[in-house]
């Protein structure tokens, strides 16, 4: 991966921050929904809420870099 300047609109930023934490926000400012959930990311053997779930560092890796490139195509646009 090639290192590059970025140059970021702070103002857009912190708006398009604001506007992601009202996605799935409660009545108390908390959420409903955590990151990387299994719809998120694969558990090995499908194995879901239960003491035998267990999801790769790879496939963690895999879904921190979706967001990733999301949140850098948005402050792109």
Do not use: W
Not at 10 to 34: M, Q, S, Y
Not at 60 to 76: D, H, Y
């Amino acid at each position: 991966m090639q290192l590059q300047k970025i140059f970021v609109n702070g103002e857009r930023l912190k708006n398009t921050i604001e506007a992601f934490a009202n996605f799935g926000r409660t009545d108390k400012n908390g959420v409903t929904r955590l990151s990387l959930t299994e719809e998120d990311v694969p558990s090995v053997n499908g194995k879901s809420h239960c003491e035998e779930e267990l999801t790769s560092y790879e496939d963690c890796e895999k879904g921190v870099n979706v967001i990733l490139e999301t949140v850098m195509l948005l402050l792109s646009k």
